[in-house]
Every structure is written in structure tokens, then in C-alpha cells.
């Protein structure tokens, strides 16, 4: 009897998607199919899935509209949440209002990331006139770029919540705070997808794997120490505790009503402002 074929999967070396996936990349979630690992930052799983790499992706909400055809969400295994979304920072402490940037060059992690359309969304009620030029760098350059005045101001992702401060930055807008406010719905940020071409029962199947890998890791959190620290890009356990408590939540088990209205509702804004195509009426389902 052949060996059943490992799917490829990509996800980014971020704690919260180790996490989740720890037990079912080393095996321990009974009946799951075995998947062979490559890590790479979103913006990277981006395109990957536009080119219609890998069987299993993590990716942006952002980037669904361009892929949903040949790829499908999975209901669990993402990152949705409330009070998690990206910032806006300066170098100076500012009005902390919208205008701020007008005329501004802001630096953003990706023009295809769930970030950015968070961004200009913001921006379009925010910010009189428009922001000025956009600049795309790794979020890791992001905030140097902005404390050392290369950009005006910058959006961030990650666990930047967390470290702004030690560059000597401050917050000019939450953009999650914006969407809630404005929606009541949680901020969706991460989507795991997976091939049509592997047919609904194995999409079903997959995604129960990422459920269970969930429940394993919340039940057990010490087994995914080392795996999460051993790929962190910032090193603080504590740092890596706040990242994981913050993205790692119910909407990572199930996406839910609320999870899904929370994905059209910002796919359907999107739209409206012309950012992304727009959505099918099925194009969520699996």
C-alpha cells in the first residue's frame, strides 16, 4: 500500500500560526494528512496562491477575490479577532488625527494585505484629501523607516503592537479599532485556503485537522514551546505569549456566523472603494 502524499502547506513563522499548527505538522492529530511545512511571510503566501502554489496556504483576507476560484476557505485555522488590528505610527506624537497624513508617505507591508485594505478604508474617512505616496517594505523595515524619517508615517503588523514603543514611535490610529466601531464585527486578518481540486471531503477533512490542531495546542500549550520559540522572529517568550493570546481565538476554531460576516463585510467595502474585485455569492463556501 502506497504511502499517502504529504500536501504542501505554507504558513509564516509568526508564533500564533506555529501554534496552531504544531500538532498537526509533527503528526499527533489522529487521522490528519500529513503535510510537509514551508514558512514564508504572508506578502510571500500571497503570491503563492495567486500562482496557485502549494495545496494549503495561510494568506490575507485581502488577497480571496484574486484566488477563491481555485482555491477555498477553510473555516478554521485563521486569524480574526477583536482589538488586533494594525497601527498606524509616526515618528512624532501628532494630533492623533487622520489629517495628519495628508500629503503623507506611508510605508505598508503589502498592497495586497488585509492590513492595507483596513488602511484605506481608515484613510478614505480619515484622511481629507488622500494620503500622499505609498511605499511597500517588509514589516520588519517598517518601523526603523519611520523613526529614522525615510517614510512619514508607518502601518504595522505582528507583534509591532507590541514593540512600537522601543523605537521610540507612537500611535496615530488603530485601524482595528476604526473597523470595529464601524462594523461592530470582528477584524479579519488571516484566511486559510486549500485547492478545490481536492474535493469537498478532503477540504472538510482539512479543515477539521486545523481544529483539532487548535484544541491540542490550547490544551497543551507547553508541547508548541519549542517549535513556536524556535521560529519567532522576535525571541521574548512573553512578547510570543501576547501574539498567540491575541490572534489564536474562538474564530480560529470555527470562523462562524460572525466570522464570515466579518469577511464579506470587509470584501464587500473593499469593493465598493474599488480595492478588489468583487465577490461571488458562493465564492466563500467550500
Not at 7 to 21: E, G, H, K, M, Q
Not at 82 to 101: F, H, I, M, Y
Not at 159 to 187: C, N, S, V
Request: aromatic share 8%; proline share 7%; hydrophobic share 45%.
Amino acid at each position: 500500500m502506497s504511502q499517502e502524499r504529504a500536501l504542501r502547506i505554507a504558513y509564516s513563522p509568526c508564533p500564533n500560526d506555529t501554534f496552531v499548527f504544531h500538532a498537526w505538522a509533527h503528526g499527533l492529530v489522529p487521522g490528519a494528512p500529513p503535510i510537509d511545512v514551508t514558512f514564508a511571510d504572508i506578502d510571500i503566501t500571497n503570491g503563492m496562491a495567486e500562482r496557485g502554489e502549494f495545496d494549503v496556504l495561510k494568506v490575507s483576507y485581502a488577497v480571496l477575490p484574486y484566488v477563491l476560484d481555485e482555491y477555498a476557505l477553510l473555516p478554521a485555522g485563521g486569524a480574526l479577532g477583536r482589538g488586533c488590528g494594525p497601527l498606524v505610527l509616526t515618528r512624532d506624537e501628532g494630533s492623533g488625527k487622520g489629517a495628519d497624513l495628508s500629503g503623507r508617505t506611508v510605508a505598508v507591508p503589502s498592497e495586497r494585505s488585509t492590513a492595507y485594505l483596513l488602511f484605506r478604508l481608515w484613510a478614505a474617512a480619515e484622511v481629507p484629501g488622500g494620503v500622499g505616496e505609498i511605499v511597500v517594505l517588509p514589516f520588519h523595515e517598517i518601523m526603523p523607516a519611520v523613526r529614522d524619517g525615510r517614510v512619514d508615517a508607518g502601518l504595522v503588523i505582528h507583534e509591532a503592537r507590541f514593540t512600537y514603543q522601543d523605537y521610540g514611535l507612537h500611535k496615530l490610529a488603530d485601524m482595528g479599532e476604526h473597523w470595529e466601531q464601524t462594523t461592530t464585527l470582528p477584524i479579519p486578518l488571516g484566511a486559510i485556503i486549500a485547492k478545490r481540486s481536492l474535493g469537498e471531503e478532503r477540504l472538510r477533512e482539512l479543515a477539521a485537522a486545523a481544529r483539532a490542531s487548535v484544541h491540542m495546542a490550547w490544551d497543551e500549550p507547553e508541547v508548541s514551546r519549542g517549535y513556536v520559540m524556535e521560529h519567532a522572529q522576535e525571541m521574548d517568550p512573553k512578547v510570543a505569549d501576547q501574539h498567540i493570546g491575541l490572534y489564536v481565538n474562538e474564530f480560529t476554531s470555527a470562523l462562524g456566523e460572525e466570522g464570515y460576516a466579518a469577511v464579506r463585510g470587509l470584501l464587500t467595502r473593499a469593493a465598493a472603494e474599488g480595492l478588489v474585485p468583487p465577490l461571488g455569492p458562493h465564492a466563500l463556501e467550500l
